[in-house]
């Protein structure tokens, strides 16, 4: 169970220079995350503790996974995600248990940056979830407040969570001594998605010509996760036409077919 449940990177390669256009919130956790592990003399010498846990929370797609991990490769943690809707729907103590596991996976791994994915599946407000009322989703989420109740703040493990439900979430979680820094990862504005434009089409091989500021402007609404299709979408057109080198109309064509196809799904969900 803990193999499929818990993924553990002892080495994640994703680096802040993957990363575009979330820079403040880059730097938020680069202080609250990798500072803690890199010098923790400088918490002891001025006498205080580092933030316990901290939040991530935004829409979905927009480099909140990727931030944890690059945080964990720059320290050379190692880093173990597991998602709250994984311990949810469990035999009753399983996932209380998990959780048990992963803080001890996470202290033999140390330094570790243990990555909590959906947090809301086992933190919602009674009210807003279903399964939330259920005695054991509460137990689960007990347990992993007595975890982070119970450990050194000057140790060598770091928790992030993340969530796109921020509203939903019970406001336990986020008392002092707990998830108590909250990081908001917005959806990036045109620049931001210039720069991860840019990220993204490093490996690509593109045609003279190709520059992204007007796509930029133009896909408003569009995440980071979004972008990355779109710069796959359009080397598959390339392949498709029998080129080698990517133009300017394949981001275009790879664009629209994006678009059409979630429109597509959406009538299919309805
Ligand atoms: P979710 O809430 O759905 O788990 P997330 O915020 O954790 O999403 P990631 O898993 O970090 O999103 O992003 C998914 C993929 O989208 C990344 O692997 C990356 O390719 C691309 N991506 C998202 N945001 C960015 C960004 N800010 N810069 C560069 N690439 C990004």
């Keep these: 169970v803990r193999a499929r449940v818990m993924q553990v990177d002892q080495s994640p390669s994703v680096t802040y220079q993957d990363i575009g256009g979330i820079e403040e919130q880059m730097d938020e956790v680069r202080e609250t995350v990798e500072m803690p592990l890199k010098s923790p003399e400088m918490f002891e010498d001025v006498g205080i503790d580092p933030p316990s846990g901290v939040l991530l929370h935004g829409p979905p797609g927009t480099g909140k996974t990727m931030l944890a991990k690059a945080v964990a490769n720059e320290t ?65 989420m007990m347990q992993l407040l007595s975890e982070m109740d119970g450990f050194d703040d000057r140790g060598e493990i770091r928790i992030i969570a993340a969530t796109n439900r921020f509203d939903m979430l019970d406001r336990a979680i986020l008392r002092p001594g707990r998830f108590d820094r909250l990081i908001e990862v917005p959806k990036p504005d045109a620049d931001g998605r210039r720069q991860i434009f840019q990220i993204h089409t490093r490996d690509m091989n593109l045609a003279d010509g190709v520059e992204f500021d007007e796509l930029a ?15 796959t979408e359009a080397g598959m057109f390339a392949i498709r036409d029998g080129r080698t080198e990517v133009q300017m109309t394949d981001f275009y064509d790879a664009w629209e077919k994006i678009q059409q196809d979630e429109s597509e799904e959406e009538d299919v969900s309805r």
């Design 76 to 140: 050379d943690a190692t880093f173990i995600k597991m998602a709250g809707s994984e311990l949810v729907h469990k035999f009753i103590g399983e996932g209380s248990k998990l959780v048990r596991d992963l803080f001890d996976l996470a202290r033999q791994e140390e330094p570790a940056v243990v990555f909590i994915d959906e947090i809301d599946a086992i933190a919602a407000k009674r009210t807003e979830s279903k399964t939330s009322g259920d005695a054991e989703v509460q137990r689960t």
């Design 217 to 231: 402007e133009e896909i408003d609404e569009a995440s980071g996760a979004d972008v990355k299709a779109i710069c």
